[in-house]
């Protein structure tokens, strides 16, 4: 996992993330260098898991045909749906330019959304560590 294509523009960097396993085939990756979230962008993959510590699911981010983040589905406190901050919830972010707040071109993401029956059916099985998914 590179730089987010900083190479390209004839840069070359130090990798940010190392893939440390896959779940159904999607590469799990985890950050280096003091870098916590998954990659804004992808350069081959539709999808990326990140783990918690203890190897549970934490979030899955999912890219389009061109490789821009589109969605996030991610199991932790949320406390603008459990009210407390303390207990994780399974829900979604969706990211489009359409919800940006930054004038500069940057896309930000909708406020958390529980999942829809249809997705948990359809992304369970990246639901790591998750007994009710697990």
Do not use: Q, W
């Not at 996992?1 to 159904?24: H, L």
């Amino acid at each position: 996992m590179g730089g987010r294509g900083t190479f390209a523009s004839g840069n070359p960097v130090n990798y940010t993330y190392k893939t440390v396993g896959y779940i159904e085939g999607v590469k799990v990756l985890e950050g280096t260098n003091g870098k916590h979230s998954l990659p804004e962008s992808s350069h081959t993959s539709n999808a990326y898991i990140k783990l918690k510590p203890n190897g549970t699911f934490h979030e899955m981010r999912i890219y389009d045909k061109d490789h821009t983040l589109v969605m996030e589905i991610a199991y932790h406190p949320e406390k603008t749906l459990t009210g407390d901050g303390r207990t994780p919830v399974l829900h979604y972010h969706l990211y489009d330019e359409r919800f940006s707040k930054n004038k500069a071109g940057a896309f930000d993401r909708t406020d958390a959304h529980y999942l829809t029956d249809k997705m948990k059916k359809k992304y369970r099985k990246y639901f790591k560590g998750i007994t009710k998914y697990d």
